[in-house]
């Protein structure tokens, strides 16, 4: 089992920037795929970046490109997104997820974030 805990969200202006954090405890955090998705609402929720088991290769929604890093702290246990240039689009319930060499997907509760002037 994995608990996850994000943090970070906020109510930010539009260009504006945030970082989220997701706090991973329980199973050995380094065996395990990271990523954020975010639901906004009426919406399903979509995959926003991946970041693999050891750092090397990162993915991003083309919607996020450019604009958002996924990155990961082995020795804290947590997953960061950095959001820079937000967008009221990017409006939304940022979830953090780990994925296990097995399949199993685990989830963290969300955390909210409103791109609003």
């Known amino acids: 089992q994995v608990q996850l805990v994000e943090s970070g969200g906020g109510l930010v202006q539009p260009g504006g920037s945030l970082r989220l954090s997701c706090a991973a405890s329980?199973?050995?955090?380094?065996?395990?795929?990271m990523a954020w998705f975010r639901q906004a609402p009426g919406k399903e929720r979509e995959f926003v970046a991946r970041v693999s088991w050891n750092a090397v290769s990162t993915y991003y929604a083309d919607s996020v490109k450019g604009r958002f890093t996924i990155s990961r702290d082995t020795a804290q246990n947590t997953l960061y997104l950095q959001m820079n240039s937000l967008k009221p689009e990017d409006t939304a319930v940022y979830y953090c997820?780990?994925?296990?060499?097995?399949?199993?997907?685990?989830w963290g509760q969300g955390t909210r974030v409103t791109v609003s002037s």
């Open positions: 329980g199973r050995t955090f380094s065996n395990y795929a």
């Open positions: 997820n780990a994925l296990s060499s097995e399949g199993i997907n685990y």
